[in-house]
């Protein structure tokens, strides 16, 4: 008798390692090529599926964008981290987050690859969309630090424009990191990092004082 797990998990396994192929060339190809002169024949020779086998699991080129944002931004934001952190009350964990999050990623390629994104975000409403959700959902992880930091009501819009001002940091230096790869970072970052701990500082002082009675 066949195990029936086996028999209905292979296929989902098979599945789920085809699709990790076809990302795994886009995003090789995207890097190379640019998003626009990569085609989805090219994407199927090189992740080895067959163009109508890669449609059936991805109906566009878009789709297989969307799901490389998915994937780079889960890991990116290790969210898991963030909110066992927050559970526990552990600040210096939540700090070290949002340095983390600050700094610019070491892999060039990955640099690359996200400024090509944003990219073509600026051209195609619909990868505009995928990267403004991604963007909404870093930015309710951000508050969700920052109000675990500094809680009340009267710092929301504190805390929201710090979340801002904390995500524009990160993409500049992103962007500064594409455009000038030789350029050294670090004291950029360190000054950036200052002033992100001044502010956080500054709030976190408010939100004490509010919550010392009368």
């Known amino acids: 008798m ?15 390692l085809r699709r990790e192929r076809v990302i795994d060339a886009a995003r090789k190809l995207f890097i190379d090529n640019g998003f626009h002169a990569t085609g989805i024949a090219q994407i199927a020779r090189e992740s080895g599926v067959a163009v109508g086998q890669l449609y059936r699991d991805f109906a566009a080129k878009e789709d297989i964008v969307a799901a490389i944002v998915d994937t780079d931004c889960r890991s990116f934001m290790a969210a898991d981290s963030l909110r066992l952190a927050i559970e526990k009350g552990d600040e210096q964990q939540v700090r070290d987050w949002i340095r983390q999050f600050v700094l610019p990623d070491e892999d060039p390629d990955d640099g690359r690859l996200f400024a090509e994104i944003m990219a073509e975000a600026g051209r ?27 809680p009340g009501a009267a710092l929301t819009e504190r805390r929201s424009a710090l979340a801002d001002v904390i995500l524009t940091m990160s993409l500049g230096l ?15 970052v360190q000054a950036m990092l200052a002033i992100i701990d001044r502010d956080i500082d500054a709030i976190r002082g408010k939100a004490q004082a509010q919550a010392v009675p009368a």
């Open 124 to 150: 195609n409403a619909r990868i505009a969309a995928i990267f403004d959700r991604t963007h909404n959902d870093v930015h309710r992880l951000m508050l969700a630090a920052l109000d675990m930091l500094a």
């Open 174 to 188: 992103l962007h500064h990191q594409i455009v000038r790869p030789k350029a050294t970072l670090a004291p950029m």
């Open 2 to 16: 066949i195990d029936s797990g086996f028999c209905c998990d292979a296929p989902r396994n098979r599945t789920a």
